[in-house]
């Protein structure tokens, strides 16, 4: 499987966001999106995911046997998209309910467990911790088993345990031959990126990076 993204642009009144982006992705590949704040980053990946409709261009999935092409997708937005006053385990009910997995193996032996959700599911999600959030957030959108995985700003403000574990189940995920498209501002996972693009006044160039620390500082 592969994805192709062309020319996607967008605009927010007269002002552009994205100009004419392109790039492709493969199996086992990760892709970094750098760009400074309010460079567009996120606006991108809600269009890849579905979240907000671009105004001009295309972007394909290629060899999927999904009806709808977006289910091969799990997107981890920057924000937490749960009802807080729900309990982590009655958020995921509403996630897990309609998906391919069983929550109780997944909880039990899955990626819940790897992220170490199971530890916390009786606490309400307005309790819980940034890292818990994200942790969640993670698991809820591998709930379908995509093989594409969004992931915009995941290890921010994270302690290091958290970004430690959150990288590791991208490397397995990315070794499982999923695609992973990631912003980031966080060297361990811009170490993960196999390709690294910059977004800067709506386009995008390809980097051809040797120094990371120099390249986020530029950021």
């Known amino acids: 499987m592969?994805?192709?993204?062309?020319?996607?642009?967008?605009?927010?009144?007269?002002?552009?966001?994205?100009?004419?982006?392109?790039?492709?992705?493969?199996?086992?590949?990760c892709i970094g999106i750098l760009g400074k704040n309010g460079c567009g980053k996120t606006t991108l990946l809600s269009i890849l995911a579905g979240i907000q409709k671009?105004?001009?261009?295309?972007?394909?999935?290629?060899d999927t046997n999904e009806v709808n092409p977006f289910l091969e997708i799990g997107y981890v937005p920057q924000g937490c998209p749960f009802m807080d006053d729900l309990t982590v385990l009655d958020n995921l009910k509403l996630w897990y309910n309609s998906s391919c997995s069983n929550l109780n193996e997944e909880?039990?032996?899955?990626?819940?467990?790897?992220?170490?959700?199971?530890?916390?599911?009786h606490k309400k999600v307005s309790s819980l911790s940034g890292g818990m959030k994200k942790r969640l957030s993670i698991g809820c959108?591998?709930?379908?088993?995509?093989?594409?995985?969004?992931?915009?700003?995941?290890?921010?403000?994270?302690?290091?345990?958290?970004?430690?574990?959150?990288?590791?189940?991208?490397?397995?995920?990315?070794?499982?031959?999923?695609i992973i498209i990631i912003t980031s501002h966080e060297e361990h996972e811009i170490n993960l990126c196999d390709t690294i693009y910059i977004l800067k006044d709506g386009t995008l160039h390809k980097h051809d990076y040797k120094d990371i620390p120099n390249l986020l500082r530029e950021m």
């Open 141 to 178: 959108a591998m709930a379908n088993k995509p093989r594409i995985l969004i992931l915009d700003e995941p290890s921010a403000s994270l302690d290091l345990e958290c970004k430690e574990d959150i990288a590791a189940y991208l490397t397995k995920y990315k070794q499982a031959g999923g």
């Open 107 to 121: 909880l039990n032996n899955g990626i819940l467990k790897m992220l170490h959700v199971d530890e916390f599911t």
């Open 54 to 62: 671009k105004d001009s261009g295309s972007w394909e999935i290629k």
């Open 2 to 29: 592969n994805i192709e993204v062309s020319h996607i642009s967008k605009k927010y009144k007269k002002k552009t966001i994205l100009k004419d982006i392109s790039f492709a992705a493969k199996e086992g590949e």
